[in-house]
Structures are given as structure tokens and as C-alpha cells.
């Protein structure tokens, strides 16, 4: 089989395959219960620069009777800048994730929202190894039937069915999609923060931290004395 007679480019289908087999997303580890431990959370914020051109100036070019001939511009190096913030949350002095820290402290409906979306992202990292897998092999299924139709004809020219052509173009786009979907949904999952908000978690520890602040201790009973059994 000739891939340079076929058109194939071997790429597109390598890429569908390696999602396939690296692309699996899976949901983070959750389930962290409530310790008692107060809610923190840790905002930090660093500053990058980074080294841009900007236009200062024009000069004009003249030929020898002063004719306006065209023109340059002149360019200078200036210093940019530009802030990332950084969060993470804790319970006492250990980090946990997002979807328990909103559990822990009562905002459920963040604690839905963060689930919804992960959830979605496996999904959609589902359907697209799908896509991939199965354009990937109907790309390959075609181009294996389309070198083993090719026919001659009385002239010996070499000719093969259109369809294989159609169908490894289809299974390459639907491959590509697909291998597309499977790696965007698998990005949803590993995403750190879903609600990418430390002002509402923030506001979420100190409605908890006061409310365990409010509770008195718990009074430990005296265990009763057993009653002696009469005979």
C-alpha cells in the first residue's frame, strides 16, 4: 500500500489515536469531610513583565528633488507588565479541593455547579475518544479497501472507487473533532478552580468559620453506672 498514492497524510490519524490513548479524563479525588477546622483562603498575586515594541516615531524619504518617496517607522523597546492571581483553599493547613471546601462550608449550590461541570467534561471526553477512535478507523478501513479496489483499465491506467476518498475524508474530520472534544473535555476536569472566584469562597470560610465560632463545646457526659442485674 502506497500512502503517497492515496493522499493520506498519516498526521490527523496519529493524533486521533494518541487521544485515544492519553485523553482519558477522570473526575479529581473529593469527599473530604468536615474536620471541625477552619476554612482559609490563600490569594496571591504575581506580576510577569515581558518586553514589547512600540511605535515612537515616523520618518519621511525624499528622493533628490524632494519628493515624498515613502516612509519608515521607528520603534522602541518598552517594558509591559501584567498580574496572575494564584488561590487555593484550605481546611486548618490542609489544601483540599474546591468541590469539598464549598461542601464544608454550605455553599451547595457551588458545590453543584463545580460537580456539573466536571461531570460534563467526562462526558464530553467520552463521546469524543468515540469520534476519534471511529473516524480513525474508518480513515484507515478506507484507505486499506481503497489500494485494494484500484483496477486498470484497457489503457492500464490505474483508477479506485471515490468512495474510499469520501469516507477517509469523512473518518479524518470526524476524527479530528472528536480528538478535539475528548481533549477539551479532559481540560475541564483538571481545571483547579471550575468557579474561578476566591471572592465567593472567601465570603463561603468566613459564614462557616463564624458559624463554628458560635457553637459551644460539646459537654462530654459521664458515662452512667450500670445497673446491677437482680437475681
Given at each position: ?137 474508518l480513515a484507515l478501513a478506507s ?89
Amino acid at each position: 500500500m502506497s500512502l503517497r498514492n492515496t493522499g493520506f497524510r498519516p498526521f490527523p490519524l496519529v493524533m486521533m489515536l494518541a487521544a485515544g490513548s492519553w485523553g482519558c479524563a477522570t473526575l479529581p479525588k473529593t469527599g473530604v469531610e468536615s474536620t471541625g477546622e477552619p476554612l482559609n483562603v490563600e490569594v496571591r498575586t504575581e506580576t510577569h513583565t515581558y518586553v514589547t515594541q512600540a511605535k515612537v516615531g515616523e520618518v519621511q524619504h525624499r528622493d533628490a528633488r524632494g519628493r515624498y518617496v515613502g516612509s519608515s517607522s521607528i520603534y522602541e523597546n518598552r517594558m509591559g507588565a501584567y498580574d496572575i492571581t494564584r488561590w487555593q483553599v484550605f481546611q486548618g493547613e490542609t489544601p483540599i479541593d474546591d468541590q469539598d471546601f464549598f461542601n464544608i462550608a454550605g455553599d451547595t449550590e457551588a458545590a453543584t455547579q463545580i460537580a456539573t461541570y466536571r461531570a460534563k467534561g467526562v462526558m464530553m471526553n467520552r463521546v469524543g475518544l468515540g469520534m476519534a477512535i471511529g473516524g480513525g478507523a474508518l480513515a484507515l478501513a478506507s484507505i486499506i479497501l481503497g489500494s485494494a479496489l484500484v483496477a486498470k483499465n484497457e489503457y492500464g491506467l490505474e483508477s479506485r472507487p471515490t468512495w474510499t476518498t469520501w469516507s477517509m475524508t469523512g473518518g479524518l474530520i470526524v476524527g479530528a473533532v472528536g480528538g478535539s472534544l475528548a481533549l477539551v473535555g479532559n481540560a475541564r476536569t483538571k481545571r483547579k478552580h471550575p468557579i474561578d472566584d476566591p471572592q465567593r469562597a472567601a465570603n463561603a470560610a468566613k459564614r462557616y468559620n463564624q458559624a463554628i465560632g458560635e457553637q459551644p463545646e460539646p459537654i462530654e457526659e459521664e458515662p452512667r453506672p450500670r445497673r446491677k442485674r437482680r437475681r
